[in-house]
């Protein structure tokens, strides 16, 4: 079965700190922010890819191209129980 998964972030917030990646990366001056900030969005993205996790909100896409009827279809990511999804 062949599938195609989009995602679509519901929130503009980054899902990692600047401030606290700064810290690690031990960077004082504000001239490479903007590329911490592009290493940190890879990192976040490849992470999710591959645990195959949410690290914010969004809403997941998942298109079927010729279905199997012999085979279960995983989903790529779980859905949160209620109650259990801070917003934002």
């Known amino acids: 079965m062949k599938t ?8 503009a917030a980054w899902p990692f700190d600047l401030d606290a990646v700064k810290v690690h990366l031990r960077a004082d001056a504000d001239d490479e ?3 911490i900030q592009v290493i940190g969005k890879t990192a976040a993205a490849e ?3 591959f645990a ?3 690290l ?3 809403t997941v896409r998942v ?3 010729i279905p199997d009827p012999d085979h279960i279809l995983t989903l790529p990511i ?3 129980q209620d109650g259990h999804c801070k917003p934002g």
């Open 4 to 11: 195609r998964v989009h995602r679509t972030a519901l929130s």
């Open 33 to 35: 922010d903007e590329a």
């Open 47 to 49: 992470l999710e890819q």
């Open 52 to 54: 195959q996790i949410a």
């Open 56 to 58: 914010l909100r969004q």
């Open 63 to 65: 298109t079927i191209f």
């Open 78 to 80: 779980g859905p949160v």
